[in-house]
């Protein structure tokens, strides 16, 4: 796995977002974010849902609070305690009622106004599974033995359809993983006016 600096034009804002409030990480895998976090001066809470990759993180950053559940579990942080929640690349395991569901519990535990920003896999993202693979609904495939979900722009926005303000929605490339993947980038705003 390559260096991935995503989250780096974005640290002045979720700062400013999370002020004394901790940040969320979903799915932090070995820790390259919650270093990124920490070393920025954030507070992390972060999970993920391998326990070798837990611990890993536990190591690389000992200043965050690190634990290993399933998303799917109650959150460590409760209602409106994150100041933002990152999840890049760990919202599309999961059938489209439940993603949504998903959107839904992270805006709960963001405070009001706090910064959700997240990538997910790109309906164009070829080398990591978006063409060839069994579906089991639109964008929905089973990639080598597991559930993996791809967005469209039209899915991406219909995440942040209620409650949210947009800030930025674009498609990208990294080569994180070696071999470019295909990405949709969201910041949004948790927006209570409506």
Not at 118 to 136: M, Q, W, Y
Not at 152 to 174: I, K, N, P
């Amino acid at each position: 796995m390559l260096h991935d600096p995503w989250l780096a034009p974005w640290l002045p804002q979720l700062k400013d977002s999370a002020g004394n409030r901790p940040v969320l990480e979903i799915g932090c895998g070995t820790g390259a974010d919650t270093a990124t976090l920490a070393e920025a001066g954030l507070a992390v809470v972060a999970f993920d849902l391998s326990a070798a990759s837990a611990a890993a993180t536990r190591l690389r950053v000992p200043g965050a609070e690190v634990h290993h559940q399933d998303v799917r579990a109650p959150f460590p942080l409760g209602t409106g305690e994150a100041g933002a929640v990152i999840a890049s690349l760990s919202l599309h395991y999961f059938p489209w009622a439940e993603t949504l569901d998903l959107v839904r519990r992270i805006r709960e535990t963001l405070q009001p106004g706090g910064l959700f920003l997240c990538r997910l896999n790109s309906v164009e993202d070829k080398h990591f599974g978006a063409t060839g693979h069994p579906a089991i609904e639109p964008n929905y495939y089973l990639v080598d033995g597991q559930p993996k979900r791809f967005f469209d722009e039209r899915c991406t926005a219909d995440l942040f359809a209620s409650g949210w303000q947009v800030l930025s929605m674009e498609h990208q490339t990294t080569r994180k993983y070696v071999r470019q993947k295909a990405l949709w980038e969201a910041v949004a705003r948790r927006d209570d006016r409506r």
